[in-house]
């Protein structure tokens, strides 16, 4: 091939290529690579007189190890490094291969290589990581025991909560089957409804107690078991979920004892009848039994009274809803439950039913009958359901505040700190504005325990969290992690550096003279004071983990100075 071709190809390569002597300055590129670096011509690149990899790698010594493997190996392939473009300094993602020219003498002349930016691709592989890492999160969150096996009943996944069913850890789960946990016989039985939910090809549910390897449980659980489709419409495998549903059988069979009490109560219920002249005013005649619920005497049958007359005020717009829906042919009969007037003063649940027996010529409803019914005791099992769901529901809410609050305190737990952190940095990263960690460790607490007791030193830190909540912004986070470990996570502070640390420290002051403060406990005056330690994080140049390690560590630098002081992670890059 002449050079003419080589430098056609060279040129409308569509990755970028070079050559470049061995100090890294470029004495030719392609337009692929002209892109990569934001030029518009050879010519402009070649005056801005750029280094190609000593100006270029993000990561110090980059270059270097680049250099290292091309003279000992004479190329370089697969050389994944985070650079600048040369011309704007934005941050891409490239791949490298290279390899070094020589002279017959052995001599480098230059150096030959491609350059390919994968940010895009990279940007998918780690999202592709994100979205997994938050789905085993997901997985590990979800309180009820969680497995996933494929059709040959191997296990793929499973959660922690499964994994300690079965007595380890979710990855020594992965890759067995039942029989390697409960024999051959629970495991043909587990088969058989893995089976059937696959022939079903749809989601089933099974109740009964959950075998365990480690011991025997008379827990009532509910299995749910759910097919896994794939892109092909193809089974894969049986996902499976238990919910422990003890409780919620009691509340169950507590609740048909209740209605079939009801029912046994309506049974024996006696109705009343009225008969209602639509002509007349007074047309609304109760029998015996009707005036009896009502607490009447037997002679008020045989007076006429106006419709609606012992209704309760509350009741009677609804009621007279209800009888005009039937009158005008909307309804086929007239229902309606209200409070009624009892004689002695007090309102009685009543049930009416009725319906239009006679018209007159032009079609007109003329005459009503009905029936009365006593519903107050059913009234009042309903509202004892309510009070009952109310409390349930109010127990669930309780349960899943413990989930992520610390019981002593009730302030944030270290997971709910965690999530809170994380959406800290997003909202960082969206903002431009800095935040900051302070993380508390009380001095010579152990001592207090040791003195006077637990009860003291429970009282003592649920005063530290009062106090912590009055130094600190709404918007803001504290959190005890545990011990005698407090957290303060403050955000949205300033898009400058020092302003965001000038404001972590007037919060720091602020709670080293609230917790200086005298602690009176039981009737006895106690001293405390915190070692401070405070980094400032902007965005996700660190992880969640780091921030809390670099307020951590700034902490024990605290402790150092001779406590009750405050110090900052001072190896941060603001």
């Known amino acids: ?84 473009r040369l011309k704007t300094g934005a941050r891409i993602w490239v791949r490298e291969h290279a390899h070094l020219v020589r002279d017959d003498a052995g001599k480098t002349l230059y150096i030959e290589g491609t350059i390919e930016d994968i940010t895009q691709e990279r940007e998918a592989s780690l999202s592709l990581q994100n979205n997994e890492n938050l789905l085993r999160n997901v997985l590990e969150t979800i309180p009820d025991r969680v497995w996933l096996k494929d059709v040959h009943g191997i296990h793929l996944a499973c959660n922690a ?4 069913h079965l007595g380890t850890m979710p990855s020594r789960v992965t890759g067995t089957t039942d029989v390697f946990w409960f024999g051959n016989d629970l495991a043909s039985a587990f088969c058989q409804t893995d089976l059937m939910t696959i022939e079903a ?48 059988k009691k509340a169950e069979a507590q609740l048909r004892d209740t209605t079939e009490q009801l029912e046994l109560a309506l049974m024996g219920a006696e109705l009343g009848l009225w008969d209602h002249d639509l002509t007349i005013e007074k047309g609304y005649f ?57 004689s002695d003063g007090h309102w009685v649940w009543m049930s009416n039913r009725g319906k239009v027996v006679q018209f007159d010529q032009h079609g007109h409803p003329v005459r009503m009958v009905g029936t009365l019914m006593n519903i107050s005791s059913r009234k009042e099992v309903e509202g004892e359901l309510l009070k009952t769901q109310a409390d349930l529901k109010a127990t669930l809410n309780s349960v899943a505040h413990l989930a992520f609050h610390d019981a002593l305190t009730g302030l944030p737990n270290r997971r709910l700190l965690n999530d809170r952190l994380e959406t800290a940095l997003s909202a960082s990263q969206r903002q431009k504005k800095y935040g900051a960690l302070l993380f508390l460790d009380l ?49 949205n502070l300033s898009i400058s550096a020092d302003h965001a640390r000038l404001h972590a420290t007037t919060v720091a002051e602020k709670i080293l003279s609230s917790l200086n403060a ?34 951590d560590q700034a902490m024990y630098d605290a402790k150092a100075k001779g406590r009750n002081t405050l110090c900052f992670y001072e190896k941060i890059g603001l």
């Open 201 to 248: 090809g749809r989601t089933l549910r099974f109740e009964g107690p959950m075998h365990s390897p480690l011991s025997d449980d008379a827990t009532i659980y509910e299995v749910i078991k759910t097919p896994m489709i794939d892109a092909n419409n193809q089974t894969i495998g049986v996902l499976g979920m238990a919910r422990d549903i003890h409780e919620r």
């Open 518 to 551: 005298v602690f009176m406990l039981q009737d006895k005056a106690h001293a405390i004071t915190p070692s401070i330690g405070a980094t400032v994080f902007l965005g996700h140049t660190v992880t969640a983990v780091d921030v809390v390690k670099q307020a």
């Open 161 to 164: 909560a499964y994994a300690a």
């Open 286 to 342: 109760l029998d015996e039994r009707s005036c009896a619920m009502l607490g009447r005497d037997r002679n008020d049958s045989s007076k006429g009274r106006a419709w609606g007359h012992l209704i309760h005020p509350d009741d009677l717009p609804g009621t007279l809803d209800a009888m005009r829906a039937h009158l005008s042919g909307n309804l086929s009969a007239y229902e309606a439950e209200y409070r009624a007037r009892h």
């Open 443 to 491: 001095d010579k607490f152990k001592q207090l325990n040791d003195n006077f007791g637990h009860d003291t030193g429970d009282l003592l830190l649920q005063q530290v969290g009062l106090r912590l909540l009055q130094c600190v912004r709404e918007v803001d986070t504290v959190a005890r992690l545990g011990g005698d470990e407090f957290v303060v996570l403050l955000q």
């Open 1 to 84: 091939m002449s050079n003419r071709n080589l430098s056609t190809l060279f040129d409308l390569l569509p990755i970028g290529a070079y050559q470049s002597t061995a100090d890294g300055t470029i004495v030719r590129l392609n337009a692929a690579l002209l892109r990569i670096n934001g030029y518009a011509s050879e010519a402009e690149c070649l005056a801005d007189a750029k280094v190609i990899g000593a100006e270029s790698y993000v990561q110090p010594g980059r270059r270097q190890q680049f250099i290292t493997l091309l003279e000992a190996n004479g190329h370089v392939t697969d050389f994944v490094s985070e650079t600048y």
